[in-house]
Nanobody, 115 residues
């Protein structure tokens, strides 16, 4: 069974930075794409950033220039978040799309931006 585990969430002041990490585990798998989504309180889950095998990246307009998605290998993905805003308080989820078409979700990590 493929699993994803996030780390790096926490409390940060407005304008601060956090780095989220996600690691996949299991046997005999690899991801076609990995990304990050977030779900603010009372709102729907939304795409933050995604990186596709081969290096193509896509970001939500609201985070362009401040967030950077990176992958050290096929089954890990990081999200560097700079200049964070209070409205970006949310549970951040790691997502992986397997080559077979199935999607895998992590359990989420809380990011709180507050003074």
């Amino acid at each position: 069974q493929v699993q994803l585990r996030e780390s790096g969430g926490g409390l940060v002041q407005p304008g601060g930075s956090l780095r989220l990490s996600c690691v996949g585990s299991g046997n005999g798998f690899s991801f076609r794409a990995m990304g990050w989504y977030r779900q603010p309180p009372g709102k729907e889950r939304e795409l933050v950033a995604i990186r596709i095998a081969g290096g193509t990246t896509n970001y939500a307009n609201s985070v362009k220039g401040r967030f950077t998605i990176s992958k050290d290998n096929a089954n890990t993905v990081d999200l560097q978040m700079n200049s964070l805003k209070p409205e970006e308080t949310a549970v951040y989820y790691c997502n992986g799309l397997l080559w077979g078409g199935n999607a895998v979700w992590g359990q989420g990590t809380q990011v709180t931006v507050s003074s």
